[in-house]
């Protein structure tokens, strides 16, 4: 019963956050989506297939922040200074205002604000047994790993070879982290990770900001 009133208002938070939030970003959406018509060829929008709650398919939606043809330039994993990444794309990746799209999954029900990040396919098949519990819940636009790796981009292009390091070593730990998050749902951790992801990301910024500055002063 408690299980069944949680889900309800977890799902009514969604639907309200996520109809209120679309609105208000409207102008900024539409802002954004005309930039990146004019700055880059393509559709505005990236559409991937991800693996939802129940391990139901879905396509999941983000402003479009690489070349149009990146899929035939290479991998799934993007990492540190992919030539594939558009300019405009490196601005919208850095502020994670490409994920705002996502908030259309939520409305539709797709994903929760809060929830483990959707993972394709390929490596939700590689480790089957842990998503099997993982996809019991709807992935969500942030999550625990969502603030650890907030920068998972630099992390992999550290490495030497990217796609082995986000296999043995950072999926494993998002894996983790997923688990811990199904065992300890509710409201409470749910808007303890909504305002620590949106501390961490105007945190970011700030740091940006200053070290542009310092490099503006340096030069000068």
């Known amino acids: ?129 842990d998503y099997k519990e993982i996809l019991r819940v709807r992935p969500g636009i942030t999550d625990l790993a969502s603030v650890k790796y907030r920068d998972e981009a630099a992390i992999l292009g550290a490495a030497a070879d990217p796609e082995r390091e986000y296999v043995e070593r950072v999926l494993p730990e998002k894996i983790r982290l997923a688990h811990e998050y199904v065992r300890r749902q509710s409201l409470l951790l749910d808007m303890g990770i909504i305002f620590g992801t949106l501390f961490h990301i105007a945190r970011d910024a700030v740091a940006r900001r200053r070290d542009s500055a310092a490099d503006d002063s340096n030069a000068a």
């Open 1 to 129: 019963m408690r299980k069944m009133i949680r889900d309800v208002l977890k799902r009514s938070l969604d639907l309200v956050a996520s109809l209120v939030g679309l609105v208000v970003i409207s102008p900024l959406l539409i802002v954004i989506a005309a930039v990146m018509k004019i700055s880059s060829p393509g559709p505005v929008f990236f559409r991937q297939e991800r693996i939802g709650r129940n391990e139901r398919p879905f396509f999941i939606l983000k402003f479009r922040s690489m070349v149009a043809d990146a899929p035939d330039r290479g991998g799934q994993i993007t990492f540190g200074a992919d030539p594939r990444i558009t300019t405009i794309g490196r601005l919208i990746r850095k502020t994670k205002i490409d994920e705002l799209p996502q908030l259309l999954n939520v409305l539709r029900g797709e994903m929760s604000l809060v929830g483990p990040r959707p993972e394709v396919r390929k490596y939700v098949d590689m480790f089957a047994e």
